[in-house]
């Protein structure tokens, strides 16, 4: 799926986001994965202060 794809699914509210999904999207905005702890994935931007925590259930992403 493409970026523009997978944006407008997780603008709507998806909760069928699938865990690479997530992934993919936080690495087309520039996040790179920081550190792997446990089921939490945190991505960090060179640029920006705030991190991205994302965790894998049953393959999709969890929802916050």
Known sequence: MN???L???????????RF???VRLAE????????????HHV??????R???NLQEVSGKAKPY
Do not use: I
């Not at 087309?28 to 089921?39: E, Q």
């Open 3 to 5: 970026k523009r794809k």
């Open 7 to 17: 944006l407008t699914k997780a603008l709507t509210g998806s909760k069928s986001l």
């Open 20 to 22: 690479t999904e997530a």
């Open 28 to 39: 087309a905005f520039g996040f790179r994965l920081s550190r792997v702890r446990g089921s």
């Open 43 to 48: 991505f960090a931007h060179p640029t920006l």
């Open 50 to 52: 705030e991190l991205v």
